[in-house]
């Protein structure tokens, strides 16, 4: 089943805005990890944040984690066009051996020039 | 660093014949990859996970004797598609991970149409 949830769904912005999507969880995690993928390609890993982690920040990305409330946000600031593309989270759990990666839905994000 | 490809990035076949998927990491050896299918606007789904010379790990509802999965070397998986029916029409897409690191890298992705 999958883990986490996005919201919005979808979203659309003015290039120089910022943008803000956000991912619920449901169970334990050890880390949870945002990746961007564009239509028709494989999935672009964005940033990585652990459990015992509140903030990172990657360029002109910006990732927040709230263990307690089992969420994450992933903030774009300065959007351009380019950042058109499919944004996902994902979370992790060690388990045994392996860790897997549980995908949410994913949100949409259009830029407009 | 940490480049994964797949070959064939697409492929058209006819129903009942078999479809045989590489994945491969470029620069790093992979003792783990994992193999997921993507429909139309939606997530990724785990099929299996596959560790280097041993049998792969498949999720609940994989049918494990249509969709092959051998992991031969550090730089190499393979998914084989066996008897492809139009609804294994799909994006399939592997990522990697090397031993110790928590970070998946992720291939491209192969469309597969079945007529």
């Known amino acids: 089943s999958q883990q986490g949830e996005e919201d919005p769904q979808a979203l659309s912005i003015q290039e120089g805005e910022n943008a803000t999507m956000n991912c619920s969880y449901k169970t334990s995690i050890n880390n949870l990890q945002w990746y961007r993928q564009n239509s028709g390609r494989g999935l672009v890993h964005l940033i990585l944040i652990r459990s015992n982690e509140r903030e990172k920040h990657s360029g002109r990305l910006r990732v927040t984690l709230d263990t307690s409330k089992k969420s994450s946000s992933l903030l774009i600031t300065a959007s351009r066009a380019a950042d058109t593309a499919s944004y996902f989270c994902?979370?992790?759990?060690?388990?045994?051996?392996?860790?897997?990666?549980?995908f949410g839905k994913g949100i949409t994000l259009s830029v407009r020039p | 660093g940490a480049v994964v490809s797949q070959h064939p990035s697409w492929v058209i076949c006819k129903s009942g014949t078999s479809v045989k998927i590489e994945c491969r990491s470029l620069d790093f050896q992979a003792t783990t990859m994992f193999w997921y299918r993507q429909f139309p606007k939606q997530s990724l789904m785990l099929m299996a996970t596959?560790?280097?010379?041993?049998?792969?790990?498949?999720e609940q509802g994989v049918e494990k004797d249509k969709f092959l999965i051998n992991h031969a070397s550090l730089t190499l998986s393979t998914l084989t598609v066996t008897s492809a029916h139009p609804e294994d029409s799909s994006f399939y897409i592997c990522?990697?991970?090397?031993?110790?690191?928590?970070?998946?890298?992720f291939g491209p992705g192969t469309r597969l149409t079945v007529l």
């Open positions: 596959s560790n280097e010379g041993s049998k792969a790990t498949y």
């Open positions: 994902a979370t992790v759990l060690f388990t045994g051996a392996n860790s897997k990666l549980t």
């Open positions: 990522s990697a991970l090397w031993s110790g690191g928590d970070t998946q890298y």
